[in-house]
């Protein structure tokens, strides 16, 4: 059988149980061809055919007939991930996953709810919120973002320094494996386990590379009563992050903590000056900005805020932001798709160049010097600085997980190229401080190829892992073992 046969009669097969949700359209194809990754204009990755399954048993289906025909098979979310996650440069089957977007129970008296694994982390909200509940689990990207790509990449949350990341709430899920199974794995609803192994774990930045996400429960908190942020600037980069490290020492139970360096906070003051016409008073020293917020009942926010206070201003000569609005930008930041100062004419507008990112993570005694390193590498492939932020995503810790952004110049091909020679640059800087590659954005179509250089002797048992869950390796090709973009040579 020639290719094109195959994607015939695969076709045909297809739509006999999804009809015309089953569609070789190009102007559907078109729609799954890239996500938030930087790619020159005329770059297009078409899948060769879309589904839109509305629950597990169809996704069953889909995954036997890519199994018959050897068809590579892509779980397509929001679109909003900044690796190629979704990226269909080996053609293949894309599952559009929005589809199954039903919440399937909520289970107040156990702060637990069930969904299918399409909907997304905004939806499931509006969904909790008449029972005064939420998933802390919260991706700026959040209305776009689903429950399984959360799942898939193991995104940051802008709360994680208070209830971790999505494997926190996670207590079972039910995946479609590259055998065509569906399979339940996790602890139902208990919160740990200590039988058996954890499977579930895998499928936590697998990027779909294992098997499909179709169902997912997870564990809900209560919301919030009242909620206040503040910033402070620092002098140095270290004293924020030792300020930060020190409140959490003192007790206090911090809901967000996010560090940015001296370029991204002139992003915001910039941002301030812009909409506002006036100057800000952020003294010229200030090196950092350290943005937290506390939550809960009114008096013991009000306590902690004047507990942190007191350490950070006493004790690490932090200083209060006067100007709240600037603070209110940055959390205006987290909540919306649209990040306004983005949008500003500082440097460039965002339409003019792209968002990037590389999102090593590095031990925070290493931060100092990952931050020189970022200033030196892209200075040297000429890349544009947005500037550094460092989230804080393991239950009081420290815990850094770090943007090092980029305005990227994706007019050419060259130019796209040069950022990602920053990106290889940063991974491997990183890996050398005794930290990781990704933190957030996962392997995507950048970095599978260096895993070798990350994991040492784990990633041949990777690759069996992989050969276990997927044997005829259609799930997701071309994303953890390869990369697309830059070699490993010299690694
Ligand atoms: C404006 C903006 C803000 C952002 N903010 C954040 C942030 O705060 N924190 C953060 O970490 N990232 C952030 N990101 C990056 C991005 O949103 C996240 O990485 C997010 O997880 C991607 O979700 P998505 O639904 O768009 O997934 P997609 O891009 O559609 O998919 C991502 C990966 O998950 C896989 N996948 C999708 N669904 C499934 C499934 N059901 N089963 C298995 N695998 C699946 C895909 O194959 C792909 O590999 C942001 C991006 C943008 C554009």
């Known amino acids: 059988m020639t290719d094109s046969e195959k994607l015939n009669a695969a076709l045909t097969e297809l739509q006999a149980f999804l009809g015309e949700r089953a569609t070789a359209a190009p102007m559907h194809r078109m729609a799954y061809s890239r996500d938030w990754s930087p790619r020159f204009k005329d770059m297009v990755d078409l899948p060769d055919i879309v589904v839109v399954p509305h629950n597990t048993d169809e996704v069953v289906q889909i995954v036997q007939v890519a199994l018959k025909y050897e068809l590579p098979v892509i779980p ?17 089957i894309m599952i559009e996953t929005k589809g199954m977007n039903k919440v399937l129970e909520i289970d107040p008296d156990n702060m637990s709810v069930t969904v299918q694994a399409g909907i997304t982390i905004w939806e499931l909200n509006e969904h909790l919120a008449p029972y005064g509940l939420w998933l802390p689990h919260q991706p700026e990207s959040k209305r776009a973002c689903t429950v399984g790509a959360s799942i898939g990449v193991d995104n940051d949350s802008t709360f994680g320094v208070r209830y971790g990341k999505i494997l926190d709430c996670l207590t079972n899920v039910v995946v479609v494996t590259g055998r065509g199974e569906a399979v339940r794995m996790g602890h139902r609803k208990a919160s740990f386990s200590s039988t058996g192994y954890n499977l579930m774990h895998l499928f936590v930045a697998g990027e779909g590379t294992l098997g499909v996400v179709t169902e997912a429960t997870l564990r809900v908190v209560t919301l919030p009563k009242t909620r206040q942020v503040r910033g402070w600037v620092f002098p140095t980069l270290i004293d924020g992050a030792r300020a930060l490290e020190r409140t959490l020492a003192s007790g206090l139970s911090v809901e967000s ?13 910039h941002a301030y000056r812009q909409k506002y016409g006036r100057e800000p008073e952020v003294p010229d020293w200030a090196e950092s900005i350290l943005f937290l917020s506390f939550a809960g ?27 709240q609005e600037i603070v209110e930008g940055y959390w205006d930041s987290k909540h919306r798709l649209a990040f306004l100062p983005f949008k500003q004419k500082w440097p460039d507008s965002q339409r003019e160049k792209k968002f990037g990112s590389a999102d090593v993570g590095v031990p925070m005694g290493r931060l100092e010097e990952m931050y020189h390193a970022f200033l030196e590498i892209s200075a040297k492939y000429e ?8 989230y804080n995503e393991s239950p009081n810790k420290v815990s850094p997980s ?13 130019r796209v190229r040069n950022f990602f ?5 940063m991974s491997l800087k990183a890996v050398e401080l005794e930290g990781t590659m990704s933190t957030y954005i996962g392997d995507g179509d950048r970095l599978g190829g260096f895993n070798a250089y990350e994991h040492g002797l784990s990633y041949e048992y990777m690759k069996d892992v992989k050969a276990l869950f997927d044997p005829k ?8 073992f390869e990369s697309r973009w830059i070699a490993p040579q010299g690694t």
């Open 76 to 92: 397509f979310a929001g679109g909003t991930g900044m690796g190629g996650g979704v990226v269909a440069w080996k053609g293949g």
């Open 257 to 269: 903590a996010h560090l940015n360096c001296r370029q991204r906070l002139h992003f915001y003051t």
């Open 297 to 323: 009942d009114e008096d013991v926010v009000e306590f902690s805020l004047g507990k942190a206070r007191q350490v950070i201003e006493n004790e690490y000569k932090g200083e209060l932001v006067r100007e």
């Open 383 to 390: 890349q544009q600085i947005l500037g550094m932020t460092v």
């Open 402 to 414: 770090i943007s090092f952004a980029i305005f990227v110049d994706d007019s050419t091909e060259e």
């Open 421 to 425: 020679g920053y990106v290889r640059e």
């Open 473 to 480: 390796n259609i799930m997701n090709p071309g994303k953890k």
